[in-house]
């Protein structure tokens, strides 16, 4: 008799961790499901960046690609992993590659709001970051840019040959 109790009780002790690891295994599905409504963009940039790329694009030789809004992390890791969530989330505006994807350059545009505290921390953070690493090349936003400015800055940063003769501005 004491032996079927035994047997009886495994056997709940059993029945209750299977149901307690299926309750389980159902909650992580559902912390897993896409629940969260997002919000679709239809450019990967602002409208003024549009038109910085499209100035920049103008200027470039044809050999080179322009990735837009590229993870800092794609660019460097902090040694230490703790440090990694810091860089993960960050975003360069623009990076300058050969055909090969090595970076040539790492293009910023600081607008208004990189006057505030808040910016002005992140950009000390980037640029430590990129230093010794790539070269970032920071550009004022403008209502209009010119590709010949671009290629002159560019010519002079970067000893790169831009096609300085070509100009292109862009009105709002």
């Not at 090969?100 to 430590?128: C, F, M, P, W």
Request: charged share 25%; net charge positive; glycine share 2%.
């Amino acid at each position: 008799m004491l032996e079927i109790a035994l047997v009886v009780i495994c056997l709940a002790f059993i029945a209750l961790k299977l149901m307690s690891s299926s309750k389980n295994s159902k909650s992580k599905q559902k912390e897993l499901s896409p629940t969260v409504p997002h919000k679709k963009f239809e450019y990967l940039t602002t409208a003024n960046e549009r038109k910085f790329h499209t100035a920049l694009r103008c200027c470039l030789p044809s050999h080179y690609s322009i990735h837009c809004q590229t993870s800092l992390m794609a660019l460097v890791q902090p040694v230490e992993r703790k440090n990694n969530s810091r860089t993960w989330a960050k975003r360069m505006d623009f990076v300058i590659t050969d055909n090969d994807t090595k970076v040539i350059a790492v293009i910023e545009l600081d607008d208004r709001s990189h006057n505030q505290e808040n910016r002005q921390k992140r950009d000390e953070y980037v640029n430590g970051a990129l230093c010794g690493h790539h070269k970032l090349i920071r550009f004022q936003t403008k209502r209009d840019y010119n590709s010949r400015e671009i290629a002159a800055v560019l010519n002079q940063e970067l000893n790169l040959v831009a096609n300085a003769d070509v100009v292109l501005t862009h009105s709002a």
